[in-house]
């Protein structure tokens, strides 16, 4: 499929907007830039997965934000996200849950489009997304805990990372899974903010030391609420 000019630029306002999440809190006297866009030219930024992944950013807790503390996030669907957070003095675990017909965030953003009254900017379509809250007092000591396993598998992931690039430059070839299941993890301490994509897929017979982490975090949060957290991914 070939774009236009038009296409492409509209596709790269929308990725802009989704790594603007960093610093959104720290900028909100400052003017919303407006742009122009077509319904068609939303429909194309969709169907990238560009707007749709800037949506589900824009979903933090309104209590805190990515520059106050120490946050890490971890998207189990693109229904529910589960956040841990300290500002030093108290720690908190914190559940969004997107409440939609039919608990499809995607199908719900397509109608939107397909009906001309998705809004062009990403932040603006949480509002419609009846995003429902639900947050725990944790120990601080609990906090520490969890943050030393995330950083501890953080080091084993960027191995892991190595491994599979010196893996394709070598064979030219790359693994993939169609079925398998992908966990964005956001980590910001005030001074240094990342993103992860992870796949659930195996690294020579053995799980990925990230995705370890991450099923360890759901338990984690699934003890604190009481209940399972889904784990259907997108197709």
Known sequence: MRYSVADVT????????????????????????????????????????????????????????????????????????????????KSTVWTSTVRVPGNNTWGFLNNLADSCVLPPDPADAVKLLNVAWETKEVPQAQFGEVHADFMAALLEYISAVQERSDHFLRTKRQGGGVDASNYPVVYDNSWQHFEILDWDLPLDNRTDPMIEWIHRFQRFAEREFQRPLATRRRP
Request: charged fraction near 15%.
């Open 10 to 89: 509209v596709a790269f306002w929308v990725l802009s907007l989704s790594l603007y999440t960093a610093t959104a809190w720290r900028a909100e006297a400052q003017p919303r830039v407006q742009a122009k866009v077509s319904c068609k030219q939303i429909e194309h930024a969709l169907a990238s997965g560009l707007y749709g992944d800037a949506v589900i950013n824009h979903i933090w807790p309104p209590a805190f934000g990515t520059s106050q503390g120490i946050s890490i996030a971890v998207e189990f669907t693109p229904e529910i996200k589960v956040f841990l957070h300290t500002d030093g003095n």
